[in-house]
């Protein structure tokens, strides 16, 4: 059983400022949840259509059916569990290694599918542009599939932040030098642009080393690529080695 | 002004055997409504809140208001223009270079990003099994970006096609091969596996080339890669040249 007020909470909590006034968030579906529960992450309470989850005390969750985690729920087809959590303190920003910069990147499959990819390749730090999506937003937390758990994640004004690094900022323009015959470094910061209109031209400025991902194919027709593969191809050339 | 009629079928065409009994399908958007006027595909209907596409005759547009368009849109947020296009003839299936095989990929999302993917790498074959995504499905033909114009996809049972082709046959796997130390040929056959089951028993036995995208980092805990983001790291690597 889900009372009203629990329902009223968990639904608020789809948007962000109930999320922050609250500082709760929260994950649907076994694997995401497993993740956060294993990570230094603190449960508010697990709602669940089966008895699993052994690891949690029973006051700290309900055994709901399909009706009730259908209300809480923010997915059309729900899972057979939602836990809300309490939101981390933020962390301050790790000043070193490969850091992945999103200017304004809006959608939240976009998001969570970077923070997934940063964590394949050892990333540990994503800093955003405060007009970047929420990553406790839930469908940002449901397509980062428990990576949310490992990668730390900031908001700040990127003009400032860049302004005052020692690292070196990478970007991709469509005119940059290719990045299969650049040396790309160990450290550094790349700039991963906005779906419609890549990255600002106040940022641009501060990008010292413009890349570009070559077409291949003769028809060469295709204007970009969606933002969450290109970054894939850029981690990719990063992490590989020369 | 849209009638009745063409409102229920351009709202039937959501649904795959509605496309392929009418023989038609639709595009939303300017963007992808213009590559596939610049292309081959033969236009059945523009429908329009705005008087654009100047190349189209007008008995072959009609231009409608906003809550029209949202009748027969597909999208929560209607575009401006939804056209209707007949189904071009199948192609038979390109026989050289990279060709990406796609067993069982479920979400329209992802087989519309690989067709974009393929499209940038200058591959022009796809071939799906019966199982995967239609691509003519609205939502795949949005995600695709106009890619759809350029890119050959059939369907067909992938043991037959896999064990009468030619070409060396890859696949990845999280026991295979480093893709980054490997020798990749120029043609080939690149198969990518269903979103949450990979590659089916019956198709591994086919693949002779087993490779991995290594994982970095010290923590070494995210499962696997989202299917697109695989693909345009494989893709990427094939195309680079060594």
């Known amino acids: 059983m ?17 999320r922050y ?3 709760l968030f929260f994950a649907e579906g076994v694997k995401g949840i497993q993740e956060l529960l294993d990570s230094n992450f603190e449960l508010e309470h697990l709602y669940s259509t089966q008895n699993d989850f052994p690891e949690v005390s029973n006051n700290k969750k309900s055994i709901i059916d399909e009706n009730d985690l ?4 923010a997915l059309a087809t729900p899972n ?15 000043a070193t290694g490969l850091i992945v910069v999103l200017d304004s990147i809006r959608d939240p499959g976009n998001l969570g599918t970077i923070m997934r990819l940063c964590d394949w390749f050892g990333i540990q730090q994503i800093v955003c542009s405060n007009e970047t999506v929420d990553y406790f ?8 599939m428990g990576s949310i758990a490992r990668v730390n994640v900031n908001y700040t004004d990127l003009n400032s932040y860049l302004q005052q690094t020692q690292l070196p900022i990478f970007g991709t323009f469509m005119n940059g030098e290719n990045i299969y ?5 160990q450290q550094g910061i790349i700039i991963m642009g906005n779906e419609a209109n ?19 194919g003769s028809l060469q027709k295709t204007e970009s690529l969606n933002v969450a593969t290109a970054t894939a191809i850029i981690l990719s050339e990063f992490s590989r080695g020369n």
Not at 5 to 10: A, D, E, G, T
Not at 137 to 144: E, F, G, M
């Open 2 to 18: 889900v009372s009203k007020n629990q329902i009223k909470l968990i639904t608020s909590l789809q948007q962000k400022k109930y």
């Open 21 to 23: 006034a609250n500082k």
């Open 70 to 73: 259908k209300k809480i729920s």
């Open 80 to 94: 057979t569990c939602l836990a809300v959590f309490k939101m981390p303190l933020e962390k301050s920003i790790i």
């Open 137 to 144: 937003n839930p469908k940002v937390v449901q397509a980062t």
């Open 181 to 185: 015959k650049s040396i790309l470094p």
């Open 198 to 216: 890549g990255i600002s031209e106040t940022l641009e400025k501060l990008v010292q080393n413009r890349l570009t991902i070559p077409r291949f």
